[in-house]
Structures are given as structure tokens and as C-alpha cells.
């Protein structure tokens, strides 16, 4: 990045409580917990029936309805505000003109298990409206889902979504091994205290990969 890219654009946001430290540690715990959104500049919110971004909520067999309120401020005018369930745009406010801030609430009736979450975004997301970057990058801002478990622990798995995963994953391993800047060994000391950094930066992503394959082989889908 430079000069031109605006502080605060293209950022994961993540939600600690009022009562905690603001520390690097208790960052990680929220992120860890799902309480996040990922923004080009605006702040966006959600609650469903006063349930968090990263909460579940859990509902008896059968679902019914919830209530849900989502909200955007931004200080580059935004058109649209969407709550998506499950990948589809269930609810909208609009503002053809352009505000700094949109407001919604809208009760939903949920008959299984459901992913919410809330965008925001120009009109359309058209490429006209634009931040005022080298990048020419778009203004928008998506939160982390509120889960809703109906009858049962939650449970939602797109196969395709997880080969999508996989392939993100191998390439990230790729980028580690083959491409990322690395000081010679025996030149620098990592916090970890570890003598394999490799493998302790690789860690993470063979936990994902490990558990996405025991679930596509708990479900019967061949990998």
C-alpha cells in the first residue's frame, strides 16, 4: 500500500466487549468467535433477535420467525443496504441519492438451518462509485454471519464451497513454501520459540485442511 490508499479501507473489523482491554490477545478472541465485518470504509451492524454477529441462535424444529436490525454509516455515500440469508438477498433499504447512513429492520421467517449476515454497498456495486485510491476500489462493507440452528445443532456444508476452501488453502501453502520473503535460517528468533517456522506458519492451514476433509468424510463426499 501507499500514500493514496485511505486509513481504514479494506480491513477486518472485529467486535470486542466494552469491558475488555483492547489488546492485540482479545482481538484474536473476537475474531476467533466470528464477531467480525470485512469493509472498504463503511461500519456496518447486525443483531438478530439481539444476537451478535458470530452467535447462534438456536430455534425448535420447524423455525419461526425472527426479527433482525442491520445498519451502515459511511463517510463515502452508500446506496444499498442487503441482509443475505444463505447466499440470497432476503431484505433491502435503499437511497437512490447516496447517504452516510442506512437503516433497517425486518422480521424473517426461518424454517431450517440459516446463515445471516449484512452488506452494504454503491448502487448496484456499479463501478462508477469508487474510493479515491490508486486501487480504484469499490465501496462496500460484508459482516460475519449470525448462525441459526433449527431442531438441532447447527449444521449447513456446500461441497463446492468446500473444494473452493481447499483450493484457497493449497494455494496459501503454496505462497508459504515457494514465494513468501523469508529471512535465512539462523539469522532471526521468532516469538513461538520454535525451530521449524515453516511448519509452525503451516500449522494453521493442515488444521483447516485436515478438518474440512473429516467432514466431507463424515458426509460421504469423495475428496
Known amino acids: ?53 458470530g452467535d447462534t441462535i438456536n430455534m425448535a424444529k420447524g423455525g419461526g420467525v425472527l426479527e433482525l436490525e442491520a445498519s451502515a454509516e459511511s463517510l463515502f455515500p452508500i446506496h444499498t443496504l442487503q441482509i443475505v440469508r444463505n447466499g440470497q438477498v432476503i431484505a433491502q433499504a435503499d437511497d437512490t441519492r447516496g447517504a452516510k447512513r442506512i437503516h433497517l429492520r425486518e422480521r424473517i421467517k426461518v424454517e431450517g438451518h ?3 449476515a449484512a452488506r452494504c454497498g454503491g448502487p448496484n ?14 465501496i462496500f ?48 528468533t521468532h516469538h513461538h520459540g520454535e525451530t521449524d517456522h515453516l511448519g509452525y506458519l503451516e500449522r494453521p492451514w493442515h488444521e483447516a485442511l485436515t478438518a474440512l476433509h473429516r467432514r466431507m468424510h463424515a458426509l460421504g463426499i469423495p475428496h
Open 114 to 116: 440459516a446463515w445471516i
Open 1 to 53: 500500500m501507499s500514500s493514496d490508499v485511505p486509513v481504514g479501507i479494506y480491513r477486518t473489523y472485529a467486535r470486542m466487549s466494552p469491558n475488555e482491554p483492547f489488546t492485540y490477545d482479545n482481538w484474536c478472541r473476537a475474531l476467533k468467535a466470528g464477531r467480525t465485518f470485512l469493509s472498504g470504509g463503511p461500519m456496518i451492524r447486525l443483531s438478530v433477535e439481539g444476537a451478535d454477529i
Open 141 to 188: 462493507a460484508h459482516t460475519s454471519p449470525v448462525y441459526i440452528a433449527v431442531g438441532g445443532p447447527y449444521h449447513l456444508f456446500h461441497p463446492d464451497s468446500a473444494e473452493y476452501m481447499i483450493t484457497l488453502i493449497s494455494g496459501g501453502l503454496q505462497y508459504i513454501r515457494h514465494h513468501s520473503r523469508q529471512h535465512p535460517e539462523g539469522t532471526v
Open 125 to 138: 456495486y456499479t463501478p462508477h462509485l469508487r474510493h479515491f485510491d490508486g486501487w480504484r476500489r469499490g
